[in-house]
Nanobody, 125 residues
Framework: VQLQASGGGSVQAGGSLRLRCTASRRIGSDYGLGWFRQVPGKEREFVGAIRWSMGRTYYADAVKGRFTISRDNAKNTVYLQMNSLKPEDSARYYC???????????????????WGQGTLVTVSS
């Protein structure tokens, strides 16, 4: 499956952005979709994930209460709504798909098989 991420941009601190990740085909019920972010020189960081079939979501502590993941089954699309953005949220954001969801390792980048190209988010102070 191919993933296409979009929606990044530049915003001031306190602002909002909504990222979108669209899959090239139907997402199977066993899938998990994750969002990660990365800044140059640092490791890829888990942001959040959603179990496709149940819609249950998981978040990193750094974004809990500010970011929300949702999905649209009919459009094979997952969204990342980012509110109250901070300069430290600046990064390239990636969506990824895990064909065999496991609640144990949803935060591990290595668990995900398919990756989008990333979309850049810049938050200025």
């Amino acid at each position: 499956v191919q993933l296409q991420a979009s929606g990044g941009g530049s915003v001031q601190a306190g602002g909002s952005l909504r990222l979108r990740c669209t899959a090239s085909r139907r997402i199977g019920s066993d899938y998990g979709l994750g969002w990660f972010r990365q800044v140059p020189g640092k490791e890829r960081e888990f942001v959040g994930a959603i179990r496709w079939s149940m819609g249950r979501t998981y978040y990193a502590d750094a974004v809990k209460g500010r970011f929300t993941i949702s999905r649209d089954n009919a459009k094979n699309t997952v969204y990342l709504q980012m509110n109250s953005l901070k300069p430290e949220d600046s990064a390239r954001y990636y969506c990824a798909a895990d064909p065999v969801w496991t609640v144990t390792y949803y935060y591990e980048p290595n668990q995900y098989v398919y990756w989008g190209q990333g979309t850049l988010v810049t938050v200025s102070s």
